[in-house]
């Protein structure tokens, strides 16, 4: 259970300021670091177009050690060449000399339009201007600041034994993750063996934002990071991993909620299948079905759409149309006659399902006990009208 009244964790320090990346004046810069040594677990994009934030960060965590991240809001610098890869790498250097630390204790991250240059002038004259020490905390205000098109900041908290999980994140929409998703970021005073954190994170990334699905492009600058100080002790690696999987859990949900354009949640919950894999491979073909999206964004209870996203995964032979059910809520609409004798009514029970903010879709394999739950949401005019003027 997420909390967003539990305290913030100790020792972390936040820095956010407009360094000129957009020409709104909002918050675009930002600084989360941890005051002592930390503990770092990351996963990226794999994406082939991924920009130098992802190169240089991967580089910096692969000893599971660093102190924080900067993160430049409204510019992925992303496709942006030799150029590109040395402003990031005179940010980074820059920010690490300011706060006194090495620059590859820290980790970089970019989001926004790509084939930008960063407009270099501007930041220096900001990172000039920055002095240690940090505030501490503020890790609401670090969440509002990494935005793009999000319409609210998006942050989760949980507690663990004395420690405290927090997590804050970014993104609505070019977003099917692929090892990691958007911009999550998690702070804790939680101590853990640096390899079992490690797989830990990993095992909750996949459940929770690799389950994640706006539109099915994979951003070319996702980055998902946990840094632990241990100043709040050992804590119960099961313990930690459940709160961590909450924490997660909460944002991706939100993310979900705030897609762009989304006025409706959508999880997909597949069970029976072969293994995990084939579980996931079902869900995200329902969940990233744009018939499916619109037809839970119409209210229309037209079940024949997941039927055929399910059939979409023509290499599972071992799917058996007579086999499979399917669920909208604890309304069973296949095969026909399942929830009852009269398929009117069964439409308006499906109908009544979907009027909800939340529709959750049950799909049962019959093939052996594998199981995974996807989430998404619905796609509707907002979203064709944002990306049709996303940078003009």
Request: aromatic share 6%.
């Amino acid at each position: 259970m997420t909390d967003n009244a539990v305290r913030e964790p100790r020792g972390f320090a936040v820095y956010t300021a407009p360094a000129g990346l957009a020409d709104d004046g909002r918050d675009d810069f930002t600084v989360l670091v941890s005051t002592e040594r930390a503990v770092v677990s990351a996963v990226f994009t794999r994406s082939r177009f991924a920009g130098p934030s992802v190169t240089l960060s991967r580089a910096a965590a692969a000893n599971l050690s660093a102190r924080g991240v900067v993160v430049l809001a409204r510019n992925a610098n992303v496709a942006t060449g030799a150029q590109g890869e040395a402003n990031a790498r005179e940010v980074r250097a820059s920010v690490a000399q300011a706060l006194g630390l090495s620059e590859d204790e820290l980790l970089i991250a970019s989001t926004g339009v790509i084939g930008r240059q960063y407009p270099m002038e501007s930041i220096r004259d900001h990172i000039k201007t920055l002095s240690t020490p940090l505030p501490n905390g503020g890790l609401d205000r670090a969440a509002r600041a990494i935005m793009t098109t999000d319409t609210r900041p998006k942050t989760a908290r949980a507690q663990v034994g004395d420690a405290v999980i927090a997590g804050i994140a970014k993104g609505v929409g070019m977003l099917e993750p692929d090892m990691a998703t958007l911009l999550v970021f998690f702070a804790t005073d939680a101590q853990l063996d640096p390899q079992e954190q490690d797989r830990v994170f990993r095992r909750v990334m996949d459940r929770t934002f690799n389950a994640l699905s706006i539109d099915t492009d994979t951003s070319t600058s996702d980055t998902a990071a946990l840094f632990a100080n241990g100043l709040a002790g050992p804590v119960d690696g099961v313990r930690f991993e459940e709160a961590l999987y909450d924490v997660a859990l909460a944002l991706v949900k939100d993310i979900a909620h705030d897609g762009e354009g989304a006025g409706k949640l959508i999880e997909v919950r597949v069970s029976g299948a072969r293994d995990t894999a084939q579980a996931k491979r079902v869900g995200k073909s329902v969940v990233n079905s744009p018939l499916v999206k619109t037809a839970v964004h119409g209210g229309d209870p037209n079940w024949g759409r997941v039927a055929m996203a399910i059939g979409k995964c023509s290499e599972d032979t071992d799917i058996d149309q007579d086999k499979v059910v399917i669920r909208f809520g604890d309304v069973a609409v296949y095969p026909p006659g399942t929830g009852g004798p009269d398929e009117d009514e069964v439409r308006a029970a499906v109908a009544e399902q979907m009027r909800g903010s939340e529709v959750v879709i049950g799909i049962d394999l019959a093939v052996a006990d594998g199981a995974f739950t996807v989430y998404g949401c619905d796609l509707t005019e907002g979203y064709v009208r944002l990306n049709a003027d996303y940078s003009t």
